[in-house]
């Protein structure tokens, strides 16, 4: 006899071995059961997960002659039939290549007659997305309200493209993608009953590589099976998929953890003298460092789950996870799911593999740069250097923390009238203006305006035009006052309007706000944490997000 492939000779029977539909399984299995069919089911799914065979399983429901129910006896002329693929009133049709309005017309005639050997005519069609728009609006009266005797299955890869008009007549079934772990466990349960041994790490490989697909699982297992000469190894199953196990990655996330740049090197040489996917070994470090990160959260179990490592990996992973920090997990992750997209953009593979390896190690505790690093939500400015006493104008730092103000303003007690002239220079007028307490218009008054004289008690203020709105009866004697009780003597005021002023206290908090505010951006832009976050994870500093420190 022929040699008969495992997708075919595995095929599932019964809706006892359908693997990984629960939830299908127990819905179709009740509406037999209870005699509650309806005339059109839609069956969507990726390609292997079970649609033509539960067609066929249920065909064979409908049609079995112990009579309709969700256990098919399969051995009756029907089943038989039904599996070998000759049973007359079941059929099967690719709307791939039967997909015109001619076709479908003719198929629609024919299921007006009665079957001739079934209880039910079963018509199949296989990736019914490909019809043309009339051949679906060909069918939409039969399909709605079909013959007493015909039961439509449809199934597709994409029912995005099927017309809402198509699905509101039926009753759609989403079939899921198969598990590794329900692969794996499959794998296993077809190669002991074909009596071949295997590694757990291999049907790992398979059940992987598969994508959630049966007989994309079952067609690697044939192809492993011929490539290990009868034998499924995790080995030779890698060097077939060109894909990385687990246990590899798992040497690649110790030497990161431990900082070792030399076993990393050696391992990304090893790897691309072996031709393995890059792509694959990523996967599997973010995967080992979600499995990681919940033993570090005390979550064993689900850490298995996610990482589905043999006994002594799993001890070896508890055991580097006692060394990692939370952090350094969730970078580990963060760069493996980024580099993946990445790899594309490399010279190949292996450079854009081994420049994520290094900016892991990068910032590794042991590798990271060990200035402290400054805090990203506001930055302090730099001290303005104090000008000496022979430089007249006062520092950017004295007028914004009103620092330093001259002894007898510190003192509060009256100034001698041999100090007025010296309080009163224009050069210390913006410092006066801080010290006075003013608020409201009356502080704006001020801090717009420049110091021209003092004289016999007479302020004179010059105000540039610009600002003239601000000269109000009210502001000035509030001035006014405040200077005579800062000084201890009475003091008038008058200002004299003109185009241009000296050095006012708004123009040096304007120049002291830039320069922090420059200071901040440039200190944030040198920062090594803001450098390797932008170098890792392509960050970039939104303009106007950084805030000085108050000073």
Known sequence: MSYQVLARKWRPKTFDSLVG??????????????????????????????????????????NCEQGVSSTPCGV??????????????????????????????????????LPSVGRYKV??????????????????????????HVKFILATTDP??????????????????????????????????????????????IARAAGGSVRDALSLLDQAIAHGAGSVQGDQV???????????????????????VTSVRLQVHHMAQATLSFESALDDLARLAVALQLMQFDAADGAQEFSSLAQDDTNQLRELASQCSRPYAQLIYQVATRARADLRLAPDPAHGFMMAMLRLLTVHPGHAITSQPMSLGAVATPPVSTPSAATSAPSVAQTEESAAPTRSMESGRSVKPTDLTACFSPEAWPQLVDQLGLKGMARELAQHSACQSFVDGLMVLNLPATHRQLQMPASEQRLAQALSEKMGLPVRVRFDVVEQ?????????????????NNAVAAIESDPVVQEMIDIFDAKLIDGSIRPLAG
């Open 76 to 113: 009756c002329s029907a089943c038989q039939q039904i599996d070998a693929g000759r049973f007359v009133d079941y059929i099967e049709m690719d709307a791939a290549s039967n997909r015109g309005v001619d076709e479908m017309v003719q198929l629609l005639e024919q299921a007006t007659f």
């Open 21 to 62: 539909q629960d939830a299908v399984v127990r819905a179709l299995t009740h509406a037999l059961d209870a005699n509650r069919l309806h005339h059109a089911y839609l069956l969507t799914g990726t390609r292997g997960v079970g649609k033509t065979t539960i067609a066929r399983i249920l065909a064979k429901a409908l």
């Open 238 to 260: 890698g060097q077939m998929l060109g894909t990385t196990n687990l246990s590899r990655m798992l040497s690649m996330l110790a030497a990161l953890i431990q900082g070792d």
């Open 160 to 205: 995005q493209k099927i017309l809402v008009t198509v699905l509101s007549r039926c009753l759609q079934f989403n079939l899921r993608q198969i598990s590794p772990a329900q692969l794996s466990a499959h794998l296993s349960h077809v190669l002991a009953g074909e009596g071949i041994p295997a590694d757990a790490k291999a049907l790992e490989l």
């Open 123 to 148: 018509y199949m069609i296989d990736e019914v997305h490909q019809l043309t728009a009339h051949a679906f609006n060909a069918m939409l009266k039969t399909l709605e309200e079909p013959p007493a």
């Open 501 to 517: 002023v000296g050095v006012t206290a708004a123009v040096l908090k304007q120049e002291a706000a830039v320069e922090r505010m």
